[in-house]
């Protein structure tokens, strides 16, 4: 089997240890903070995550760019030039034009390049539920499975993949045009917070509303048991918006109900953070 490397856009939360241990390449992300461009790089280099989720909190004007195919093409054609093929996991196409960009992008590369190859992955999800399709990435190579039978398993997988989340702040969902201005001025008068899932199609719907946080965690639980099987020793993913303390929480109730469950918490990535706001949590794992 022709060896090949996997990558990543930043809008996924994968535990750190697959990034610092090479098995994973990250692809930044751009997205205008008070007009000014900033970039996500997941490390060092770019804007620090705790950073983000201050301006975040004042509500400085904030929006996503998508990943250009030239971008794209800026990012994999080094890789390719030397001869090595690109499994890269991408933004949920039901949430941005970046996995379109990447098709584009590899249609003209892959016509330049006979000896590798660029095949981006539609995730159909974000955050950490992409960490969990990433994961089996890994998992799949390490298998020694072909690019192309990995893509074939993670365009099965990830529909197994489910997410829950909790938003506090109806103001970005609005700016998102995930709700409406009315919805967003009577719910936050009657402290309502929404439940968010991930669609068949990656994209984002209300699946259900609560008054205050107690009640909605007692929610995600309730969504959690009902769709997945406890008895697997599955791993979930808790990505919040700088909130350790819920984040936590959420994770003893997690462990409360399926104890042999590994649960990794990260920071929600800014990326997907713009559109979700302040003290917003997701639950990511695996569906029956």
């Known amino acids: 089997m022709k060896d090949y490397l996997l990558f990543m856009d930043v809008s996924g939360d994968v535990?750190?240890?697959?990034?610092?241990?090479?098995?994973?390449?990250?692809?930044?992300?751009?997205?205008?903070?008070?007009?000014?461009?900033?970039?996500?790089?997941?490390?060092?280099?770019?804007?620090?995550?705790?950073?983000?989720?201050?301006?975040?909190?004042?509500?400085a004007p904030m929006s996503t760019t998508q990943i250009s195919p030239s971008k794209w093409a800026e990012f994999v054609e080094p890789y390719l030039k030397q001869g090595q093929s690109v499994l890269c996991l991408c933004l949920s196409s039901g949430l941005s034009n970046s996995y379109?960009?990447?098709?584009?992008?590899?249609?003209?590369?892959?016509?330049?390049?006979?000896?590798?190859?660029?095949?981006?992955?539609?995730?159909?999800?974000?955050?950490?539920?992409?960490?969990?399709?990433?994961?089996?990435?890994?998992?799949n190579k390490e298998k020694g499975l072909s690019i192309d039978e990995n893509l074939a398993d993670l365009n099965e997988f990830r529909h197994k993949t489910l997410a829950c989340a909790y938003v506090d702040d109806l103001d970005s969902l609005k700016r998102g045009g995930r709700i409406s201005r009315t919805v967003a001025f009577f719910g936050g008068l009657l402290d309502i917070k929404p439940l968010i899932q991930f669609n068949a199609d990656g994209t984002l719907s209300v699946w259900g509303k609560q008054r205050g946080y107690k009640k909605s965690i007692a929610n995600m639980i309730q969504y959690y048991l009902n769709k997945t099987d406890v008895d697997n020793l599955h791993t979930v993913y808790i990505t919040h918006a700088n909130d350790e303390v819920y984040a936590n929480e959420l994770a003893a109730r997690v462990r409360e109900v399926n104890p042999n469950v590994e649960v990794k918490i990260r920071l929600l990535s800014p990326i997907i953070g713009v559109h979700l706001g302040p003290s917003a949590m997701v639950l990511g794992f695996i569906g029956k």
Do not use: C, H, W
Request: no cysteine.
């Open 100 to 139: 379109n960009s990447a098709l584009s992008a590899a249609e003209e590369l892959n016509a330049r390049y006979a000896d590798a190859k660029f095949v981006p992955v539609d995730s159909l999800r974000a955050t950490g539920i992409s960490g969990l399709i990433a994961e089996r990435m890994v998992e």
């Open 15 to 59: 535990a750190r240890n697959y990034v610092d241990e090479g098995k994973i390449k990250l692809i930044p992300m751009e997205f205008v903070i008070d007009g000014e461009v900033r970039v996500y790089t997941d490390d060092q280099n770019g804007i620090d995550p705790v950073e983000f989720y201050e301006f975040v909190k004042r509500k």
